[in-house]
């Protein structure tokens, strides 16, 4: 069965950087995309960013656009997503989702990460 | 961008009840709409894809329809675990958006 596993909750300071990973399991990793999505606390989920984790081409949402960078392992059939110059305002749950090629919606998510920024 | 909303923001419904949850596209999004549903603590899960597709193993009490800028979900007979919240997700053009949720209570 597909399971997609992240890492541990982190707590930074501002200015610091975040890396949370998630690793694939139950299907073919190179034959779809890694989505990342974050919700901060009552809010609605927000969209990140995608991998082709094929070809390790990305998409990001303009909102990160010099702040996020989304990479791949397939030798270890995870996924990273990278937060820089974090702010109090980016402490939200990180998820990673699994998203067809061909469709590009999220059928299958990790367990979430909290991430939390602050002095 | 595309803006999402859904109506209504929040419901009361009994175990049996016929729920239909709205969602409205700022511009046409053919049928790249999806629909989930998160528990608080929990990840969001895809109950519908495409708009009207049902996701595999969830329960065929639950349906989606629309196309264009208007669509729904429909719950036929509510059960306890379907109190939730519930989100769409448009994923036709960047950034990929997602509606403000429906929370789903006890009446």
């Known amino acids: 069965q597909v399971q997609l596993v992240q890492s541990g909750a982190e707590v930074k300071k501002p200015g610091a950087s975040v890396r949370v990973s998630c690793e694939a399991s139950?299907?073919?990793?190179?034959?779809?995309?890694m989505q990342w999505v974050r919700q901060a606390p009552g809010q609605r989920p927000e969209w990140m960013g995608w991998?082709?984790?094929?070809?390790?081409?990305?998409k990001y949402s303009q909102e990160y656009q010099g702040r996020l960078t989304i990479t791949r392992d397939t030798s270890a059939n995870t996924a990273f997503m990278e937060l820089r110059s974090l702010r109090s305002e980016d402490t939200a749950v990180y998820y990673c989702?699994?998203?067809?090629?061909?469709?590009?919606?999220?059928?299958?998510w990790g367990q979430g990460t909290l991430v939390t920024v602050s002095s | 961008d595309i803006q999402m909303t859904q109506s209504p923001s929040s419901l009361s419904a009994s175990v049996g009840d016929r729920v239909t949850i709205t969602c409205r596209a700022s511009?046409?999004?053919?049928?790249?709409l999806g629909w989930y549903q998160q528990k608080p603590g929990k990840a969001p899960k895809r109950l519908i894809y495409?708009?009207?597709s049902l996701h595999s193993g969830v329960p065929s009490r639950f349906s989606g329809s629309g196309s264009g800028t208007e669509f729904t979900l429909t719950i036929s007979s509510l059960q306890p675990e379907d109190f939730a919240t519930y989100y769409c997700?448009?994923?036709?053009?960047?950034?990929?958006?997602f509606g403000p949720g429906t929370r789903v209570d006890i009446k």
């Open positions: 989702a699994r998203s067809p090629l061909f469709l590009l919606d999220f059928d299958f």
């Open positions: 139950g299907y073919t990793f190179t034959n779809y995309a």
């Open positions: 991998i082709n984790a094929g070809n390790g081409k990305t």
């Open positions: 511009q046409g999004i053919s049928n790249d």
């Open positions: 495409a708009a009207s």
């Open positions: 997700l448009q994923h036709n053009s960047y950034p990929f958006i």
